[in-house]
């Protein structure tokens, strides 16, 4: 009975080291999600990350939804495809290389025409012109416009500079403008048909380009007519461009543009 009596007071010691071990970790595990949700949310809303974690911030989302923003009534409209034309008709255009005996700009003309005939009903379509009478949205994208665009087309008079850098940048205004009107669903496709370099040589389109690559889906395709590869829009592994030296080429390369939508017919695009 004596030997009993002696462990009693040991036992009890332990049991009460034991409880209070057990609390001191749970206080301590109970205290760590606090910290994990506090980086889960800051990610979440693209805030920065703890300098000394070494994460940089995360980069902006595209396009930047306004407050409140709705989606489209209808879910094909949310998911629709972009393509959106931006057509050189400077003072260059008026020559006969490599057009077959016509103006180059009729030959870009007949090709977007055929262009036309081939992208998909249900995606949107718009054309942007600089000319004589300077840089401006000609058609509005839209799913409803072929034969706008058409029109448009037709009332192009070759003549002026080559401002690259303004119309690339209003085409990505608008592109993303659409990115907002569907949430960032889609496809969206910046389709650029030019004779020559950048003119005036401010309008070198470098700094757009990159900030379009860099900072966005669009994607950008440059149809190169008679004018080789050695353009500032050919930019190898960033985006697509086809140097066109005969009408024929040309209409092929805007083929490309479709190569991947579902109604593409690559027979629309061959020697006609």
């Known amino acids: 009975m004596a030997q009993a009596g002696k462990s009693g007071p040991a036992a009890l010691i332990l049991a009460l080291v034991c409880i209070f071990l057990v609390a001191l970790a749970i206080s301590m595990i109970s205290q760590q999600p606090a910290s994990d949700s506090t980086d889960l949310a800051q990610l979440e809303s693209g805030g920065e990350q703890d300098p000394q974690g070494g994460d940089p911030a995360a980069p902006p989302p595209w396009p930047m939804l306004q407050e409140g923003a709705a989606a489209p009534t209808a879910p ?18 008026q020559g006969a290389e490599c057009a077959a005996g ?37 058609v509005p994208l839209g799913s409803g416009n ?6 448009a087309l037709k009332r192009v008079q070759a003549d002026g500079g080559t401002p690259l850098r303004s119309s690339i940048e209003k085409a990505y205004e608008r592109l993303t403008e659409q990115g907002r009107a569907q ?17 005036p040589a401010d309008e070198d389109p470098t700094p757009v380009v990159n900030r379009l690559l860099a900072e966005s889906p669009v994607v950008l395709h440059t149809i190169g007519f008679c004018i080789g590869t050695d353009h500032v829009l050919n930019q190898p592994g960033r985006s697509y461009y086809v140097a066109a030296d005969s009408p024929q080429q040309l209409a092929e ?14 027979t629309q695009f061959q020697q006609q």
């Open 183 to 199: 949430l960032g669903y889609g496809d969206y496709h910046l389709v650029v048909v030019t004779d020559g370099d950048p003119q």
């Open 76 to 93: 094909q409209l949310l998911a629709a495809s972009n393509y959106y034309v931006v057509l050189d008709g400077s003072g260059s255009m």
């Open 102 to 138: 016509s103006q180059k700009i009729n030959a870009a003309k007949r090709a977007l025409e055929r262009f036309v005939k081939a992208v998909p009903q249900a995606a949107n379509l718009g054309l942007l012109v600089f000319d004589g009478d300077g840089i401006s949205e000609r």
């Open 253 to 266: 390369g805007l083929g490309e543009v479709l190569a991947e939508a579902p109604d593409f017919d690559v």
């Open 146 to 151: 072929r034969e706008a665009f058409v029109s």
